[in-house]
């Protein structure tokens, strides 16, 4: 089975760009995650989808980071404009929901490696 | 104050050494917690469970003390392939709950 597929794995690119991330779940998994990795901060979600529906938005920076994922299959994350401190990698995870029962196992995909100069 | 503190590192030990590593957590209703390993430029993964009544899983042991909000891991035996990241994470664990992650401790194996 293919894991949790993110594109593209590098992107470069210059202050006040838009950025569009992509991410395919894990097929038949409910739950979708966007985090961000830092040296500095660690990793932090930026926003949560169950059944397609936003869920969790409250660690999107700004409004210049929006997530949308129209169907069961398909995830993006923009950035416009893009800023030099948005650099960083960016994870999908994916995971199938007991509706909160316990946490359920997060698979991540190979992230993002972003580089805003 | 973040909520799950780790100790950076990087703990350097020799093959065979036994290491431990502590997380605190600064939310007291953090029900479920794990550890997840992160290799140098790759994506986290799963590690293990960790449960009230301490569990383990081959050379790895992870244990719970509520009482003073933390967790532990311990490796025994450590082999070159255990160098990695190890994030600590804790959920709440309530209708639909999110993962909060460490910043990790890296942890060194060398030979």
């Known amino acids: 089975d293919a894991g949790v597929i993110q594109s593209p794995r590098h992107e470069v690119t210059e202050m006040g760009q838009e950025v569009t991330l992509r991410c395919k779940p894990i097929?038949?998994?409910?739950?979708l995650f966007w985090y961000r990795q830092t040296m500095m901060r660690g990793l932090e979600l930026l926003i949560y989808?169950?059944?397609?529906?936003?869920?969790?938005d409250s660690g999107m920076p700004e409004d210049r980071f929006s997530a949308k994922m129209p169907n069961a299959s398909f995830s993006t994350l923009k950035i416009q404009p893009s800023e030099p401190r948005d650099s960083a990698v960016y994870f999908c995870?994916?995971?199938?929901?007991?509706?909160?029962?316990?946490?359920?196992?997060?698979?991540f995909g190979p992230g993002t490696r972003l580089t805003v100069l | 104050r973040k909520e799950v503190e780790q100790d950076p590192g990087p703990f350097n030990v020799p093959e065979g050494a036994t290491v431990a590593f502590n997380c605190t957590y600064s939310?007291?209703?953090?029900?479920?917690f794990f550890w997840y390993r992160q290799d140098c430029r790759k994506e986290p993964k799963l590690l293990m469970s960790v449960y009230s009544s301490g569990n383990e899983d081959g050379r790895f042991t992870a244990q719970l003390n509520r009482a003073s909000q933390y967790i532990s891991l311990l490796i025994r035996d450590s082999k070159l392939s255990d160098s990695a990241t190890y994030l600590c994470?804790?959920?709440?664990?309530?209708?639909?709950?999110?993962?909060?992650f460490g910043k990790g401790t890296m942890l060194l194996v060398s030979p």
């Open positions: 994470v804790a959920s709440l664990n309530s209708g639909y709950s999110t993962l909060t």
């Open positions: 989808f169950n059944n397609n529906v936003p869920i969790d």
């Open positions: 939310n007291s209703a953090s029900q479920s």
């Open positions: 995870a994916s995971s199938l929901s007991n509706a909160g029962l316990s946490p359920d196992t997060q698979y």
């Open positions: 097929s038949g998994h409910n739950s």
